[in-house]
């Protein structure tokens, strides 16, 4: 049981660049989260996935797109990469009914 | 404009003390509120909860006191150790009702240092 899984576990972009951060989680649960790590700024929500086939905006959407694949995989695409989203993002997932969500490892990302 | 604030980003204490962690939040409307732990290169974890019905939640060495007048959460750990020495995010659960599921909004949070 792994829990919450990301890769890649580090990433350095040029700006322009795309790709997509994975997320995998095997404990069945519903909802799922996307989100960033900034110095002094605390865990912000990009998006989040409350069920396979729904998505919707948090707090800093901006840049960012999110597909939910299936029940277990929820990923992050940065279609053209800036440097202010130099960041560490995290993963996580709830199951329904339960505010207390798991968090993946996070990957570290550097846009220059 | 923060929702949910952990004005001190640092707290040093001695171990075996007592360590306290404050938070504060602005919406009254925040039922739920949560204590994650992060070391270093790892992703948060869940420490322990508090429901907005309650003002006290023990689990061990770590004790949550919720004041709802004043907005006011608090971390109590007793005794310090060491390997208590992480950063401490405090969040607030907001429902969304057309969806069944809820967002977690974060503080800043405070790292905390246990000195032996």
């Known amino acids: 049981n792994a829990g919450v899984t990301q890769t890649p576990k580090f990433q350095v972009l040029k700006t322009g660049q795309s790709m997509t951060l994975q997320c995998a989680q095997d404990?069945?649960?519903?909802?799922m989260y996307w989100y960033r790590q900034d110095p002094g700024m605390g865990l912000r929500l990009i998006y989040y996935?409350?069920?396979?086939?729904?998505?919707d905006k948090g707090e800093v959407p901006n840049g960012y797109n999110v597909s939910r694949l299936n029940k277990r995989e929820f990923s992050l695409r940065l279609e053209s990469a800036a440097p202010s989203q130099t960041s560490v993002y995290f993963c996580?997932?709830?199951?329904?009914?339960?505010?207390?969500?798991?968090f993946g490892p996070g990957t570290r990302l550097t846009v220059t | 404009d923060q929702q949910v604030k952990q004005n001190s980003p640092s707290l040093s204490v001695q171990e075996g003390r007592i360590s306290i962690l404050n938070c504060d939040y602005t919406n009254s409307m925040f039922d739920y509120f949560l204590w994650y732990k992060k070391y270093p290169a790892e992703g948060p974890t869940f420490l322990i909860s508090?429901?907005?019905?309650?003002d006290k939640n023990e689990d061990g060495r770590f004790t949550v006191f919720l004041n709802k007048s004043a907005k006011h959460l608090s971390l109590h750990i007793v005794p310090s150790q060491p390997g208590d020495s992480a950063v401490y995010f405090c969040a607030a659960s907001t429902w969304v009702r057309s969806y069944n599921t809820d967002k977690l909004i974060f503080g800043t949070g405070t790292r905390l240092q246990v000195f032996p």
């Open positions: 996580a997932s709830s199951e329904e009914g339960n505010s207390e969500q798991y």
């Open positions: 996935s409350a069920s396979e086939g729904t998505t």
């Open positions: 404990m069945n649960h519903n909802s």
């Open positions: 508090i429901s907005s019905i309650k």
